[in-house]
């Protein structure tokens, strides 16, 4: 257990985790979260840092781009309609995450895992 937390705390953070992996694609906020589990925004927020060493935010994003990697490499949906399907707004800030965490664009990351499965 992480230093001064709970398991009243630690059970809401779970909570929380738990609504972001299977609500990834829904617009989420900090503060209808925090209500949900009866946490200050703010609390949740640091809470969240200390327990998974992330912010709730930065987790939900790397979640979305998971979900757009495996959509990428297993529909034949465009990027823009994957990046909508996992709950971004705009295909701009969609790419720019996408690239953040892994390394290449959405177009090149679906063209070498296509390329790789075909070798």
Same mark, same amino acid.
């Given at each position: 257990m992480?230093? *001064?937390?709970?398991?009243?705390? +630690?059970a809401?953070?779970r909570?929380v985790?738990?609504r ?6 829904? /617009? +989420?906020d900090i503060? $209808?979260l925090?209500?949900s589990v009866?946490l200050?925004? &703010?609390?949740l927020? %640091?809470? #969240?840092? +200390?327990?998974?060493g992330?912010? /709730?935010?930065a987790?939900l994003?790397? %979640?979305?781009i998971?979900?757009?990697?495996t959509? +990428?490499?297993?529909? /034949?949906?465009?990027v823009?309609? @994957? $990046? #909508?399907? @996992? *709950?971004?707004?705009?295909? &701009?800030?969609f790419?720019t995450? #996408?690239r953040?965490l @892994?390394g290449? $664009? ?6 070498t895992?296509?390329?790789q %499965?075909e070798?």
């Open positions: 992480a230093s *001064g937390q709970d398991l009243d705390t +630690l809401r953070l909570r985790r738990d972001m992996d299977r609500d990834d694609a829904r /617009p +989420l503060e $209808s925090a209500r009866h200050s925004a &703010g609390h927020s %640091r809470q #969240f840092r +200390l327990a998974y992330e912010s /709730p935010y987790y994003m790397t %979640r979305r998971e979900r757009a990697m959509l +990428l490499r297993s529909t /034949p949906a465009t823009t309609e @994957v $990046s #909508f399907a @996992v *709950g971004y707004q705009s295909l &701009g800030t790419s995450r #996408f953040e @892994v290449v $664009s959405p177009s090149v990351y679906r063209r895992t296509h390329e %499965r070798s």
